[in-house]
């Protein structure tokens, strides 16, 4: 079966626009998480929705938002966007989960990857 | 809040030796999941292994094993013989939160 998709892969903008990221996870799955890869940060864990319902957040300002629709895409948005929000925006997506714990494997896509100029 | 600490950004190995990868955490909670995921060069996360906290019985998927000391909240990962095709980046992972990572290189 098809594997997480996210897109665009790649994407230019300039400081102080904003962009629409977006993730198609596996079918049937209904956890979709994302993070934010740099090469001295690891990854940063953004937020995670759960049938349509944010349940978990990491510490980012309030320009990283994020949603998921009922077939359990979901997009995130950076607003007034900043140079250090260059990176590789990843998205995994789960089936198991129980409670506010995820016990199953994470399934990653490729990324989206964000150069701010 | 929980926490993941990969303390070796960088680890070298020669192949067909064994190496491991160090991983601290810290959680309230406890009942939870720990992961080792693999990230080659230019290419997909995949997982590695997973440990459920409440087994005490150390996870193992054919050369790749775990060392978990749940009191110490500790997990590492332990690479036997190693392979070319082991060279990359390693995060552990408690639930959703990651490690900075570190990075395997495997000499020939």
């Known amino acids: 079966k098809a594997g997480v998709t996210q897109t665009p892969r790649y994407l230019i903008k300039t400081r102080g626009q904003q962009v629409t990221l977006s993730c198609s996870p596996i079918?049937?799955?209904?956890?979709v998480s994302w993070y934010q890869q740099t090469p001295g940060q690891g990854l940063q864990f953004l937020f995670e929705?759960?049938?349509?319902?944010?349940?978990n957040k990491g510490n980012f300002p309030g320009r990283f938002s994020g949603r998921q629709f009922s077939n359990s895409r979901s997009e995130m948005n950076v607003s007034t966007l900043e140079l250090g929000d260059s990176a590789l925006y990843l998205c995994?997506?789960?089936?198991?989960?129980?409670?506010?714990?995820?016990?199953?494997?994470?399934?990653f896509g490729e990324g989206s990857r964000l150069t701010v100029l | 809040a929980q926490t993941v600490t990969q303390s070796q950004p960088e680890m070298s190995v020669q192949e067909a030796e064994t190496v491991t990868l160090s991983c601290t955490y810290d959680?309230?909670?406890?009942?939870?999941?720990l992961f080792w995921y693999k990230q080659p060069p230019s290419r997909q996360m995949i997982l590695v292994i997973r440990?459920?906290?409440?087994?005490?019985q150390n996870a193992t998927e054919n050369r790749f094993s775990v060392n978990f000391q749940k009191a110490a909240k500790s997990f590492s990962l332990k690479i036997s013989d190693s392979q070319l095709g082991d060279a990359a980046m390693y995060f552990c992972?408690?639930?959703?939160?990651f490690g900075a990572g570190t990075r395997l290189t495997v000499k020939p």
């Open positions: 995994a997506s789960s089936l198991a989960r129980i409670r506010t714990a995820n016990t199953g494997e994470l399934f």
């Open positions: 440990q459920e906290a409440y087994k005490q």
């Open positions: 079918s049937g799955h209904r956890s």
């Open positions: 992972a408690l639930d959703m939160r």
């Open positions: 959680t309230s909670e406890s009942d939870y999941y």
């Open positions: 929705y759960f049938s349509e319902t944010q349940r």
